[in-house]
């Protein structure tokens, strides 16, 4: 049995740990600084548990100089080795071959599963993309993706309208994630954090009743191996 790790990111391990490859999305839109570090404390949780994780970064370009997810599928369909044996933390490039997934129309339900046998046995992926990316590849699934919001007008807004297409275009319903300096819900002064303000908005304007979390940003103690 797996011993219990402790930190700000225990409580995300729930939404994407079970045996079998499997999902956590994540939501990239525009705001790194509360994304990144999220992200970071998922994946350090998620090793720190002992499963292998392996992070779609559609962020990047694949090329040759570094090479990712449209080299993986190549090299799948010709035969090759695939991440199976790879370190425990992995990040790849992945925006053309995640592209080359949402074209294939005819498979778009599936598009996801076919990476399934390439992952490491019993691990996590975590897709960090672009809302109109994600709800074209996993858009009308049970699916919780993280909506990552720090405490600035600007994340608010562009947390606001992902909100909007995760809940409308993709039909998912997100987990919104407050990741504040401060291990508090309020601002310097007194005001709600963004998390609060975007499941406000939510309820108020979508109707919607949201899961919030807030989480402290930490100093990553270790780095992934790419």
Known sequence: MLDRFTNQGAGLIGLGCQLGPRLVAMVSHGDEQ????????????????GYSVTVLDATTEESEANPGLKQLLKNAHSGEDSLRDSSAWTVLASAQGLQSLIRNVQTQSRSLQQLGPLMPAEG??????KVDWMTELIGDQFAEPLLAVSPNRKSLLTGYIALKRLLITGKLKPTIVNMDQEPNRLGSAGL?????????????????????????????DIAPCE
């Open 34 to 49: 509360a994304e990144l570090p999220l992200l970071w404390q998922l994946c350090l949780s998620l090793v720190n548990f």
């Open 124 to 129: 996590i992926v975590v897709l960090y993309c």
């Open 192 to 220: 709600p954090t963004a998390s609060a303000g975007l499941g406000e908005c939510a309820k108020r304007f979508l109707g919607r009743e949201l899961k919030t979390l807030h989480i402290t940003d930490q100093q990553p």
